[in-house]
């Protein structure tokens, strides 16, 4: 039986092997290195789902890149969920849903803003079976049930391709002046508009 824990630090993410179906953003071997550090940053956090000692999925969720438009708006609390992903081998068993609702199931969010960068060439469009538009609409659902909205922006990569999105979930404690600063940093270049 598949097992989510989260979260989780790097010491017990070692006991772990990485199954060989993981391997949308880099070989296996190296997603787990990069979950390891990420496990290891002040504010880094890692959900897993487990078979015996295998990683099948997994979510990482972390402050953002420190390159990246959204660390350089300094909006306090703000985190990114970098990443989930779910092993070929082990999908359609609702185990990408498992590890959002455990994810996002407490209030320890509440303060927060969590923004997802969803990039068209990340996706597994062959392996779902999907248009570059039915996966947009898949996520935007799959995202939402657990209160991430699609909202719009400037930012370039975001730009790059009309299926590319930026989602968001805002916590219910999140003060209004953070708030503002945060949709202060979604439109930089006022002059497109």
Known sequence: MVQIHGPIPAGEIKQFEMDEGLCAFRPPKEQKEALLEIADLPKGLIFL??????????ITIHP??????????????MLEMGAIEVSRH??????????????????????????????????DLKGKGFSVWEYQRFLEQHF????????????????????????VRIGKKVPQDRLLLFEESLYQNRWMF
């Open 90 to 123: 082990w999908r359609g068993m609702s185990i990408s849903s498992n590890l959002l609702e455990v994810a996002f199931s407490e209030d320890f969010f509440d303060e927060s803003i969590i923004i997802a960068t969803e990039y068209y060439w990340h996706w």
């Open 49 to 58: 789902a487990t078979w015996n000692d295998r990683i099948v999925g997994y």
């Open 144 to 167: 939402g049930r657990v209160d991430f909205k699609r909202i719009g922006t400037d930012e370039p990569d975001i730009l790059a391709h009309p299926a590319n999105m930026l989602m």
């Open 64 to 77: 953002p890149e420190e390159f990246a438009r959204w660390a350089k708006s300094q909006v306090p609390g």
